[in-house]
């Protein structure tokens, strides 16, 4: 029998089914309103659902998603992480987006009781140490804050039988802590085009790779450009075009090395700018010990007159002085990981970074408030 609470108030299979004919429905507020919904589509069996890409590399926009890929999605997830019917999730990401929808289309198909809230920075904050639930996804900065503000609440993390984290890459300091559970946790590869996640990256326990492992079923291939080609279930068995680069294993497993979009050309040589975010979050992890560690930033291009674009560091917070900025820039020079033309060139702060709908640090979005 499906077990379904959101905000605290439990509602009935059949509840759902009948939703639109209930006079309660007038008093949720729009994010229950628009999860109820969804719950009474999928229930009452509709083939097709619109939803919002995250917008995190352009303008969000509107795709649609056939349930026969959804469903194949869950199930494929359930298999990879051993979901049983009866296992209790908990669902903290938006329902408006894949991550959450899929959750929800997961309690479903797979059985698993479901706890519902409202996306907020910390979810299991809300309740006791003692609460039980056995599968869960989390953003990278739900994570983070969960170890910040209630370092007590991993222990009902240790109690699930698997946690996934996804949709941004994860700091240094997050996998930090990431590795003192116990409990596997799985960073996952996907998008909305591929119905949440077509790969997974153990990220903790003597499983831990740095390689994603796609899902059964999943074929992948790369472009000339080493951009990875999706062919899967997930996609009707139709082959999607992604703007990510890999470094494609013949097992099929991959080393993620960043979008194509994040390239940066400088006077002809192309700069990955997530190569270089990895190395100043580890020096950041350490330099002066670790006073920078909790800043956000990312890399990006700035304009050049003589070589086009220059790479450029972008942090939130107060400025850091020139000189200490020129110390940071020497440390990097000695990190093997990085050429001399990786380095970034300058620095730029904002108070706060902008984020996207998701939660994502919106690189476009950034650049233009700094007009460089």
């Known amino acids: 029998m499906l077990e379904f609470a959101l905000n605290g108030r439990s509602y009935s299979q059949q509840q759902l089914i009948d939703l639109s004919a209930q006079p309660v429905y007038g008093n949720l507020t729009p994010y229950e309103q628009h999860t109820l919904q969804f719950c009474h589509q999928w229930l009452s069996g509709q083939e097709c659902f619109k939803i919002k890409t995250s917008g995190s590399t352009g303008h969000p926009k509107i795709i649609t998603l056939r349930r026969e890929h959804m469903v194949a999605s869950a199930r494929l997830t359930a298999q990879a992480l051993d979901l049983q019917q009866g296992d209790r999730a908990l669902v903290g990401l938006s329902t408006e987006y894949i991550a959450g929808m899929m959750m929800l289309v997961r309690g479903f198909e797979l059985g698993l009781p479901l706890t519902v809230i409202p996306p907020q920075r910390n979810p299991l904050g809300l309740f006791s140490d003692e609460t039980r639930f056995d599968f869960t996804a989390l953003a990278p900065i739900q994570f983070l804050e969960m170890f910040t503000a209630t370092p007590g609440k991993a222990a009902i993390l240790e109690n699930m039988r698997a946690v996934i984290v996804g949709g941004a890459p994860l700091s240094e300091a997050l996998l930090e802590q990431i590795n003192t559970l116990s409990v596997p946790v799985y960073h996952t590869y996907g998008m909305t085009e591929t119905v949440s996640h077509v790969a997974l990256k153990r990220l903790n326990g003597p499983s831990a790779s740095d390689y994603f492992v796609p899902l059964s079923g999943v074929q992948l291939t790369v472009d000339e450009q080493s951009c990875l080609t999706v062919n899967a279930p ?139």
């Open 234 to 372: 997930m996609t009707g068995y139709k082959s999607l075009s992604t703007h990510d680069r890999v470094d494609l294993q013949s097992d099929g497993s991959f080393l993620w090395l960043g979008r194509i979009d994040n390239v940066i050309n400088t006077g002809g040589i192309k700069v990955q700018a997530e190569k270089v975010e990895q190395a100043l979050a580890r020096l950041l992890r350490i330099y002066r010990g670790g006073i920078y560690k909790d800043r956000r930033f990312f890399v990006g291009p700035q304009t050049h007159s003589q070589f086009g674009q220059q790479v450029a560091a972008v942090i939130e917070g107060e400025p850091i002085s020139p000189n200490e900025q020129a110390v940071i820039q020497d440390e990097l020079l000695l990190d093997s990981a990085l050429g001399n033309y990786e380095i970034p060139r300058s620095f730029h702060f904002l108070p706060q970074l902008l984020e996207t709908p998701t939660g994502k640090i919106d690189r476009l979005a950034n650049l233009r408030a700094l007009a460089i």
